[in-house]
């Protein structure tokens, strides 16, 4: 795809989330999308590499988020993968101090040849399991907000993800279409974590039939110092 239809594409899309792109933003994206389709060619990032899906699927899908980190300084980005949502957000909003997340290497760097080509600042990939940081005191409840798009179920997502959260800060889960059942599963573990659901946003991205749910969970108090516990216990022993 060309740049100059990448750029319409990209832009008007964007316009119907009610963000506006410079040019430097667009040529970021830009690039962000070649090195994308380039290096899923060594090692597998994305399923989607089509230009115009990674528009819709990865781009686009990431800025729905935007809205609601007004007043984020500090965000993490749980599980990030090819760096979605993080990169897409620090492009947009380059005032949000921002940690990506990921237990696979090769990710990392693929992550931090973006952050270096992009000219990112302010922005770290961090090669570390998302159970591990939620007890490390480096980043145990030191965000305002945590994200995380299409990681695991709402039940484990919340021992992974709150521990990593400020009291008075909020997790953004970003979801497909079928959710109910899931957070129906889930609302013990958000209570026993110390969040409490505040809003589900179901939508569809713009000009697209595709339906997305963002959860948005608000932490309320402290999380217990036992969480989140190792791996094998989420996984054998869920707070349900």
Same mark, same amino acid.
């Given at each position: 795809?060309?740049? +100059?239809?990448?750029?319409?594409?990209?832009?008007?899309?964007?316009?119907?989330?009610?963000?506006?792109?410079?040019?430097?933003?667009?040529?970021?994206?830009?690039?962000?999308?070649?090195?994308?389709?380039?290096?899923?060619?060594?090692?597998?990032?994305?399923?989607?590499? +089509?230009?115009?899906?990674?528009?819709? !699927?990865?781009?686009?899908?990431?800025?729905?988020?935007?809205?609601?980190?007004?007043?984020? !300084?500090?965000?993490?980005?749980?599980?990030?993968?090819? =760096?979605?949502?993080?990169?897409?957000?620090?492009?947009?909003?380059?005032?949000?101090?921002?940690?990506?997340?990921?237990?696979?290497?090769?990710?990392?760097?693929?992550?931090?040849?973006?952050?270096? !080509?992009? +000219?990112?600042?302010?922005?770290?990939?961090?090669?570390?399991?998302?159970?591990?940081?939620?007890q490390n005191k480096q980043y145990r409840e030191q965000f305002e907000?945590?994200?995380?798009?299409?990681?695991?179920?709402?039940?484990?997502?919340?021992?992974?993800?709150?521990?990593?959260?400020?009291?008075?800060?909020?997790?953004?889960?970003?979801?497909?279409?079928?959710?109910?059942?899931?957070?129906?599963?889930?609302?013990?573990?958000?209570?026993?974590?110390? =969040?409490?659901?505040?809003?589900?946003?179901?939508?569809?991205?713009?000009?697209?039939?595709?339906?997305?749910?963002?959860?948005?969970?608000? !932490?309320?108090?402290?999380?217990?110092?036992?969480?989140?516990?190792?791996?094998?216990?989420?996984?054998? +022993?869920?707070?349900?």
């Amino acid at each position: 795809m060309e740049k +100059e239809e990448f750029a319409n594409e990209l832009t008007k899309k964007m316009k119907e989330l009610e963000i506006e792109l410079s040019q430097k933003q667009i040529e970021q994206f830009y690039k962000y999308m070649k090195q994308l389709i380039e290096w899923n060619e060594k090692i597998n990032l994305t399923a989607i590499t +089509e230009p115009k899906e990674i528009i819709e !699927k990865h781009f686009v899908d990431s800025a729905t988020i935007i809205k609601h980190l007004k007043n984020t !300084k500090t965000m993490i980005d749980v599980g990030t993968g090819a =760096g979605f949502p993080g990169i897409p957000v620090k492009i947009i909003k380059p005032e949000i101090k921002i940690i990506l997340l990921d237990s696979l290497n090769k990710r990392i760097k693929f992550l931090e040849e973006i952050i270096e !080509k992009l +000219e990112l600042s302010n922005i770290k990939a961090i090669h570390l399991r998302a159970e591990e940081a939620g007890q490390n005191k480096q980043y145990r409840e030191q965000f305002e907000t945590v994200v995380s798009r299409a990681v695991s179920n709402m039940t484990k997502l919340s021992e992974y993800t709150l521990p990593l959260i400020k009291v008075g800060g909020k997790a953004i889960y970003m979801k497909g279409p079928e959710i109910e059942e899931e957070l129906e599963k889930a609302k013990k573990a958000i209570k026993t974590l110390g =969040g409490k659901t505040k809003k589900i946003e179901n939508f569809k991205l713009p000009q697209s039939e595709i339906k997305r749910n963002n959860i948005i969970i608000e !932490k309320v108090e402290k999380t217990a110092n036992k969480y989140p516990r190792n791996p094998a216990k989420i996984k054998k +022993e869920p707070i349900e």
